[in-house]
């Protein structure tokens, strides 16, 4: 099966150590019998001596909105006959056998797969699960299961070129691509399995677009407005059409109404699992009972 590994190289102090870290892993696989593709969007450390000669490695420099880049890189991978795309962003790491596994339920008929995330950077001494007690191996997922939060990332999934629709690459100017790229496919009828067969090493820094362990004032606003673009990308169905009006309706009095917005703040840290998927605290007044 011709096979892609995916991922997008941008510029920040701390990524040419991650992406000599991405390339080890990659190197590391039990099964190498794929291409990485790297679209580069402006960054210069994509040096030589960084790419190991043992994988084949093509850089494609990039530029553009960060949803519209993400939909053209795909599409140009569909173009070039790949049949899986496995989503490998460049500040993570993988455990040896990723494309293995990826490779085989793929095969087997899967059309999505995630895997599990083990978290670890500064604030991990020791990696830690994220999924596991939460997602049963082999749990199945559909529109419903990612409606008030994503667990599909551009760093845990592979996919089969079959399950991309043309709906899920037209770009939106979202903050989160990956959450509405896989809601697209799923609303579509597609699902996705979780595997715990292999795992995705989550690195947390402070560059994060989706924290999942510090929700400050900033980062709750942050959240808010990404609900809010996310539902209404999805408008035209009517679940997600109701909680567009809701998350606009939120950040528009929490610009108006400091009160408010210090309520709402403290009432989604005080409701917040330890270990939520991405936006997970992210909630409706209701829910919060604001």
């Known amino acids: 099966m011709r096979t892609a590994i995916y991922t997008v190289a941008y510029p920040g102090p701390y990524l040419p150590t991650y992406a000599r870290e991405y390339f080890d892993s990659l190197a590391a696989q039990s099964d190498r019998d794929f291409d990485v593709v790297v679209f580069n969007d402006g960054a210069d450390y994509l040096m030589g001596s960084m790419l190991p000669p043992t994988l084949r490695i093509r ?3 990039v530029s553009g909105p960060a949803s519209a880049l993400r939909c053209q890189a795909i599409r140009r991978l569909l173009q070039e006959g790949y049949e899986m795309i496995v989503f490998a962003d460049i500040d993570d790491c993988f455990a040896p056998n990723r494309i293995e596994v990826s490779k085989k339920l793929i095969a087997a008929g899967k059309r999505i797969i995630f895997n599990e995330l083990d978290l670890f950077g500064a604030d991990f001494p020791e990696p830690q699960p994220l999924f596991a007690g939460r997602i049963e191996d082999g749990a199945i997922f559909d529109a ?3 409606l008030h939060a994503n667990c599909l990332g ?3 999934t ?3 070129r079959d399950a991309i629709t043309e709906e899920a690459l037209q770009p939106e100017e979202v903050i989160v691509f990956d959450w509405l790229f896989y809601s697209r496919l799923l609303l579509a009828g597609q699902n996705a399995q979780f595997t715990l067969a292999t795992k995705t090493l989550y690195r947390q820094h402070q560059s994060n677009l989706a924290t999942l362990t510090k929700w400050r004032d900033p980062e709750i606003r942050r ?4 609900k809010q673009q996310h539902y209404s990308a999805l408008r035209k169905y009517s679940a997600h059409g109701a909680l567009a009006s809701e ?3 939120i950040g528009a009095r929490m610009d108006n109404d400091h009160r408010f917005a210090a309520d709402y703040c403290n009432a989604v840290r005080a409701s917040a699992l ?5 936006w997970e605290p992210i909630k ?3 829910e919060l009972e604001l």
């Open 59 to 61: 850089v494609e420099p």
């Open 284 to 286: 409706t007044r209701k």
């Open 144 to 146: 419903d299961a990612i």
């Open 247 to 249: 998350f606009a309706e």
């Open 158 to 160: 592979a996919v089969h």
């Open 223 to 226: 959240g808010v407005r990404v």
């Open 154 to 156: 551009l760093s845990n």
């Open 274 to 278: 330890k270990q939520p998927l991405w």
